[in-house]
RNA sequence: GUGAGCGUAGUUCAAUGGUUAGAGCACUGGAUUGUGGUUCCAGUUGUUGGGGGUUCGAGUCCCCUCGCUCACCCCA
């Protein structure tokens, strides 16, 4: 609004507060427990990294690292980058503590910011949150599945319905040039008609055609043929035990032909979960296999699948079923006078100290402007104390809901207050 | 990086180019002593995002700028 003297947050970037805040635990919490039933432990590495590991992680031709990092240099004159997502990242910190040398699979989970230097929109904020996940050490589509098992329960568990689980396979090294060079032969006369970004990728990155969402390239690109149908047997193999798992599992799925991830690193298995009901930004969640990633970064030659969800995303479909708990105090105690208010916060404290959300009220302030407050904080009870009450050992009690009063001698405050709660 | 829409009180919004820019909600206090919500009364809040221009006169028209929003691009 008003005044350039103003401090705001940075453009892209944002509070969160209550009640939202409630639901960001929520989702946290729920990440926490169902992924550790699944024998995923949480890692915490730095938001920031040398800016080569995502140039060579994430690759030097994609948007990301071409013009959407936050680079710097610190004091020494190194080149750091915030992180623009957490796979390179966790990668350098499984290379770096040797966590190879632990039994196979090490699986692991991660919550955090992430920064994108980018215009921001509905569902995309320059420092956005993601919860990923990481495991290392199986080649085997059982990982794939259990994976995207793991993802389909956890927005289950969160109460989001009306999701698009799509998966696709890109294919290996062995596999993935072969189908280019079809791809490139299907294309080769129909050049012309491609966008100008696509006549870029038809030499740089063919396989960026399949997605884009310019309508011309949509029909140029009918009928093309699909990586699925000219993947190598390891690939195939895979590809089609991953599926059968997936209906073992009863996760509804389609195959996509058209979705191939926009970060270099991925092999084979590539899925995405979209919503209806989020603007043009649609992917809840997205992942894959980056079989090749550990070793590219000087690694030992371990494969590995994972997946990002966007946390943002994620509490904007919350809300759109069930809007953010509003949490209130159990108990307001409001006093009148000094000794009252002494005795006030000896009662807090009690109660406190039994995990009750109790305030205390200005004893300053009139009776009338504490029931007020106590009221509009929405607090279940309030207790008044006063010089009548001191005299005579007991508390008056009042529930708002209802208007209800009583009387309770103050050694009886937390079996009254304990039995009364529930 | 490109394009479009929008900036008036804490908030939601009014105000044909024409007096001193208003209203609801919210907030604070009060309606006989120590009782909330509903009601009534009173009070507080603005460089109309900022700068320039047109005009006798600009919240209103024009230009620039900043910010927000949405979309493209790209992605979670």
Redesign the pocket.
């Known amino acids: 609004?008003?005044?350039?003297e103003k401090y705001?947050a940075l453009?892209g970037m944002r509070d969160v507060l209550p009640p939202d805040i409630y639901l960001w635990q929520q989702v946290e919490r729920t990440a926490a427990e169902l992924f550790s039933s699944y024998g995923f432990n949480e890692i915490r590495t730095p938001i920031a990294e040398a800016t080569n590991l995502f140039t060579r992680g994430i690759g030097e031709g994609?948007?990301?690292v071409e013009k959407?990092m936050y680079t710097f240099e610190d004091k020494g004159g190194r080149s750091i980058s915030l992180r623009p997502?957490g796979t390179a990242s966790v990668v350098r910190c499984y290379i770096e503590n040797q966590l190879h040398t632990l039994p196979s699979p090490q699986k692991y989970y991660y919550a955090g910011p992430m920064f994108?230097y980018?215009?921001?929109?509905?569902?995309?904020?320059r420092q956005?949150y993601?919860i990923g996940v990481e495991a290392f050490g199986s080649a085997s589509p059982v990982l794939d599945a259990e994976v995207i098992s793991m993802l389909c329960h956890f927005l289950a568990r969160l109460g989001l319905t009306g999701l698009n689980v799509q998966i696709n396979s890109i294919g290996c090294p062995t596999c993935r040039p072969g189908y280019i060079e079809i791809l490139r032969g299907f294309l080769g006369d129909r050049q012309t008609d491609l966008c100008s970004?696509c006549r870029r990728r038809y030499l740089t990155n063919p396989l960026?055609i399949l997605d884009?969402?310019?309508d011309g390239c949509a029909g140029v690109r009918q009928g093309a043929p699909h990586v699925v149908d000219h993947l190598c047997s390891d690939c195939s193999d895979h590809f089609n035990t991953l599926q059968l798992l997936l209906s073992h599992l009863e996760i509804p799925y389609t195959v996509n032909h058209e979705m191939v991830?926009?970060?270099d690193y991925y092999t084979r298995t590539a899925f995405?979960v979209t919503s209806a009901n989020l603007?043009?930004?649609?992917?809840?969640?997205?992942g894959g296999r980056y079989d090749r990633l550990v070793k590219e970064c000087g690694g030992p030659d371990v494969p590995a699948v994972g997946f990002?969800?966007?946390m943002?995303?994620i509490i904007e479909l919350m809300k759109q079923t069930c809007p953010a708990p509003v949490r209130a105090p159990a108990l307001y105690i409001a006093v009148?006078g000094e000794r009252a208010l002494q005795r006030g916060l000896g009662i807090a404290d009690t109660l406190r100290n039994r995990r009750i959300w109790v305030e205390t009220g200005d004893y300053t302030?009139?009776?009338?402007?504490q029931?007020?407050?106590?009221?509009?904080l929405g607090a279940g009870f309030v207790f008044?104390i006063?010089?009548?009450?001191l005299a005579a050992g007991a508390l008056?009690w009042?529930l708002?809901?209802?208007?209800s009063?009583g009387t309770t001698p103050f050694s009886a405050v937390t079996s009254f207050f304990e039995s009364r709660l529930r």
């Open positions: 609004m008003s005044s350039s705001r453009k994609t948007d990301i959407e997502e994108r980018e215009r921001p929109q509905s569902g995309r904020y956005f993601q970004d960026r884009c969402k310019v991830r926009g970060l995405e603007g043009a930004q649609n992917a809840v969640a997205a990002a969800i966007g943002e995303r009148l302030a009139s009776l009338k402007s029931m007020r407050k106590a009221d509009r008044i006063g010089d009548d009450e008056r009042k708002l809901s209802d208007g009063e």
